[in-house]
């Protein structure tokens, strides 16, 4: 069985104050800390693309766990919409150059926002388990830098660049459990790029949240058998500080601290944000029970449940 054995990261360490950036458009630090919840975002260097970002994190993964030969790795997905120049070729085939991988592994990239790595997970134990596959490698790297305005209010305050390696494979620690999806693309106008540049209605993406994840988090606790106080931790889609604490509330209204809030130092990284969190406090912890959940662009949500023996 298919699982995750290990996560890495590359987290930019230049970026940007955001509590200068919040001044510059009128807001004061309860405000930066309380809604927006990110102190700090890191950004990518101009010279670095998306596939750069890929190679820092498959690197630091592979430092990581020496047990893991590159060359064993016979799949790779990456998750971007914001791949290298123009999108084509797909980012994955150009990080199996540059990390120097076998011309044997299967090689694509998914099209998915803040949903995909929940969406990634099950993708590429899927095709793994299907074709009989024994290592892979699932990354996530979505830099939002290329598609942000720096003088748009609603979204330049939010996004960090960072990028994940998860390594996929047999006798994993930590096992995929229950999972559960949804679509609704007549929400699509809501989160969008025309003309290069990223637009977000805020208000629209923030009630679509507030009502479809809690909800979904209850579908997919109903369907595995279990109540939420089996659950040791929910690691959900860091959008804004705001955005967790209503979810929190919403879905536990006496424990609402078993939902991780940790974006202060990288804000909304989009398909990165459950990775780093799993990276960060799951994977060294006592956790035995954990669910995640990734809601965004198109829009799109998936929510599972990650578990070991």
């Not at 596939?51 to 766990?65: G, H, I, K, R, T």
């Not at 030969?69 to 980012?91: F, K, M, R």
């Amino acid at each position: 069985m298919i699982g995750i054995k290990s996560i890495a990261s590359y987290v930019p360490t230049a970026g940007l104050d955001n509590y200068v950036q919040g001044a510059k458009f009128g807001k004061d630090e309860e405000f930066m800390f309380g809604k927006i919840g990110a102190s700090f975002l890191p950004r990518k260097a101009e010279e670095q693309e998306t596939s750069d970002l890929c190679v820092e994190a498959a690197q630091a993964l592979f430092a990581s766990n020496p047990d893991l030969d590159p060359q064993s790795i016979d799949a790779l997905i990456v998750v971007t919409q914001n791949g290298d120049e123009e999108g084509l070729p797909h980012t994955a085939a150009i990080v199996q150059s540059k990390l120097g991988l076998s011309t044997r592994v299967a090689a694509f990239d998914v099209s998915l926002g803040c949903s995909g790595y929940v969406y990634g997970l099950y993708a590429i134990k899927g095709f793994m388990e299907a074709a009989g596959l024994k290592n892979g490698l699932l990354i996530t790297a979505d830099p939002y830098s290329k598609i942000v305005d720096p003088e748009d209010r609603n979204t330049t305050m939010l996004f960090g660049d960072a990028a994940t390696a998860t390594w996929m494979g047999e006798n994993a620690v930590w096992n995929l459990g229950q999972a559960r999806f949804g679509t609704d693309g007549s929400g699509a106008e809501h989160l969008k790029v025309s003309d290069g540049k990223f637009f977000m209605n805020g208000r629209q993406v923030f009630n679509f949240a507030l009502i479809k994840v809690p909800a979904h988090l209850h579908e997919l606790l109903d369907a595995s058998g279990l109540k939420s106080s089996d659950i040791d931790a929910f690691c959900i889609h860091q959008g804004s500080a705001a955005i967790v604490d209503a979810v929190a509330r919403r879905f536990e209204e006496q424990h609402p601290e078993k939902f991780v809030k940790d974006m202060l130092e990288t804000g909304n990284t989009v398909s990165s944000s459950v990775p780093l969190l799993l990276q960060k406090h799951m994977l060294d912890g006592s956790w035995k029970r954990v669910a995640i959940s990734g809601f965004g662009v198109g829009l799109s949500w998936g929510s599972a449940i990650l578990y070991r023996d």
